[in-house]
């Protein structure tokens, strides 16, 4: 009850997904008329931030991503000629994509950018957090896996993003791991080093379930943007999704400026028919969710599993125990055909 | 036997590893090492294995060059200042090995062109980048057999073995390492990826390489190459082992590589910086060779 009262009259940012993470669930087959149709929906019921590009970002398109049936560029370029309030982002994870990329995604009408590195290596991001800065975009770092550091760790890390220049600095809960307390732990502790301006966004998977939760939490303890996705459309068990976050924080006395009833049409009626799988929490995502294991990882171990005979539950917790990270897709059909070796599925090469 | 005296520019990782193989070098001595900062850790240990240092970059070396018959230099600095460094070195006739992403000079993976690097002379040849050499002779193995239209490679490297150089540069390392999976490794089109992982105990460097053939790829000749090529590398890194693979699917060969270093200034997870250091340390043994035997002679660049 308490709670409820403390954050009345909050003002909280939502940053939508479905059509970045979503590509991921869609094996990144979204076409730039479903991203445009889907954009303009969410730019019409006053979502402020919409990120568009391939699932793994600037640079993703890639056999060990997949590829898109579009560039990044054409997506970003159709959604933000037809955008009337929300601004467009995109992801960019440095080792994958760099600054050349960066520039023609700001050409294409790109203004916002999560410069995402894993939750210990926020030191390979200077370069790019600059440039996008030079550029004048909204600039997020963004610490993948935070439940694989500290709150402390944390600290330090968003800090360094900071120093770079990033406005807003991230927890972002990749693995969909997190409960309630651990993101509060981590949003306080950065809420107690960054300067005043500098605003701090939670990321969440419903891995768990935990996804309208673990926001609120972040809430709690300082968070002022939110990352979400219409339906959930996202890897694993998908993102916070955008029409509950929006229900529970009207409820609550939390402003975002959505529009309740157009993201809850555009859930029913958009997203869920386009579903190639329903994104939910089941056994392989949940699996992900209690392992610690990168959300990403779920459709390709699937598909390992099946073309090597071993459950792809398997698969994903050796992967969690190997502590492989997300960019590290290639481990998946690697741990996959190791696996196989040894329980006598596959023959070893002879040299 | 007379050893080639080398100069080693740069105290960080790269370069204490390097004192480590030119010291087992049959072929090579090192003799100065070059940095910036006199507090340093590096030039400290440098001191302590025998080696002349100065803390005023490469002009604190210049005076000495002559007098201390330098004839092969290693430069693991950063891309923006190799250039100058390897034009005041190539000045005075000291041939210039570069392990920065600079890439003034041509590429080299000792597999593939070393042979051909020596026999022009080259001034200046570039390492690329550890992921480079640890997989361009693979998709070199590949395309020699039949035509690559696309190489992608992806390397996962123990957080503890990247020094904040490449950190704070990752871009030139991944278009470096792009363009010389075209140039060198022969796909029409190259794409590298770096992943910075940072588990406890830390992983070993990981490698994965995929061509995408023109045709139905020739699996038996295919796997032939790759193990031949595999064979060639373990002469200098012995601890680049095939770990999966080549697997085929389709167009696509997979190649799932582990690289374990030989634990010299780093443990052994960093085969990152052992197959620089020792693809760095093989190219010099080859202009050694060649300068001890007279069959070249290096010679200061006429500088315009």
């Known amino acids: 009850m308490s709670t409820e009262n403390n954050l009345k009259g909050r003002q909280v940012v939502i940053h939508d997904m479905s059509l970045r993470d979503g590509m991921h669930a869609k094996r990144e087959q979204i076409s730039v008329e479903q991203m445009v149709q889907i954009a303009s929906a969410l730019d019409a019921a006053g979502v402020p931030y919409i990120q568009v590009t391939h699932g793994a970002g600037l640079g993703g398109n890639s056999l060990q991503h997949g590829f898109a049936p579009h560039s990044n560029e054409e997506y970003i370029a159709a959604v933000a000629g037809k955008m009337k309030q929300a601004k467009v982002s995109v992801l960019l994870i440095p080792g994958l994509g760099t600054m050349k990329e960066l520039q023609s995604a700001y050409d294409a009408g790109a203004r916002a950018v999560h410069v995402a590195t894993h939750c210990t290596e926020a030191d390979t991001s200077p370069q790019h957090i600059a440039f996008c800065r030079k550029l004048g975009m909204d600039t997020n770092g963004f610490l993948m896996m935070a439940h694989l550091n500290t709150a402390e760790g944390l600290a330090k890390q968003g800090k360094l993003m900071e120093s770079y220049g990033a406005n807003t600095v991230y927890i972002t809960d990749s693995a969909g791991y997190m409960l309630p307390g651990d993101v509060k732990d981590r949003v306080a502790a950065l809420r107690a080093v960054l300067n005043p301006e500098t605003e701090i966004g939670f990321h969440g998977h419903h891995n768990m379930g935990m996804g309208i939760a673990n926001s609120i939490a972040a809430i709690e303890a300082g968070a002022t943007r939110i990352d979400t996705s219409v339906a959930g459309l996202g890897a694993g068990a998908g993102n916070t999704p955008t029409e509950v976050f929006v229900a529970v924080c009207e409820r609550m006395g939390i402003v975002t400026g959505c529009d309740l009833f157009q993201l809850m049409d555009m859930a029913e009626d958009m997203i869920v028919p386009m579903m190639e799988h329903m994104v939910r929490v089941d056994r392989a995502s949940l699996t992900l969710g209690f392992a610690g294991v990168y959300s990403t990882f779920l459709l390709h171990a699937k598909r390992a599993g099946e073309r090597f005979g071993i459950p792809a539950r398997d698969i994903l917790v050796e992967l969690g125990r190997k502590k492989m990270i997300g960019g590290q897709e290639d481990m998946i059909v690697d741990t996959a055909m190791t696996m196989a070796k040894e329980r006598g599925l596959l023959k070893e090469i002879e040299i | ?304």
């Open chain 2, 1 to 304: 036997m007379k050893k080639i005296k080398c100069a080693l520019i740069g105290s960080g990782n790269i370069g204490t590893d390097l004192i480590y193989k030119l010291q087992r070098s049959p072929l090579l001595e090192p003799v100065w090492m070059v940095g910036i900062d006199p507090e340093s850790e590096g030039l400290a240990r440098a001191r302590d294995m025998g080696l002349k240092t100065t803390a005023d970059g490469v002009d604190g070396l210049l005076p000495h060059v002559l007098a201390d018959g330098i004839q092969i230099a290693f430069d693991a600095t950063s891309a923006y200042v190799h250039a100058e460094n390897s034009r005041k070195l190539n000045e005075l006739g000291v041939m210039m090995i570069d392990l920065t992403p600079a890439a003034i000079g041509p590429l080299c993976v000792p597999p593939v062109n070393l042979k051909a690097h020596a026999e022009k002379v080259e001034m200046n040849v570039n390492m690329i980048s550890c992921a480079g050499q640890a997989t361009i002779p693979i998709v070199y193995a590949v395309s020699s057999v039949q035509p690559v239209g696309y190489g992608e490679i992806v390397a996962s490297l123990a957080s503890k073995s990247i020094g904040p150089g490449t950190r704070a540069n990752l871009d030139e390392f991944t278009y470096t390492t792009s363009s010389a999976i075209e140039k060198v490794g022969g796909a029409r089109k190259g794409k590298a990826l770096a992943i910075i992982n940072p588990a406890d105990p830390p992983m070993m460097m990981r490698n994965t390489i995929s061509c995408l053939t023109d045709d139905e790829p020739d699996q038996e000749r295919i796997t032939a190459s790759v193990l031949a090529m595999i064979k060639e590398v373990q002469k200098y890194v012995p601890g680049y082992r095939l770990v999966n693979g080549p697997l085929f699917d389709g167009k696509r060969v997979t190649v799932f590589m582990e690289v374990a270093g030989l634990g010299d200034y780093l443990p052994k997870y960093a085969g990152n910086l052992d197959i620089m250091t020792a693809a760095a340390t093989r190219t010099a043994e080859m202009f050694a060779e060649e300068i001890l035997a007279g069959s070249i002679q290096l010679k200061s660049l006429e500088v315009a």
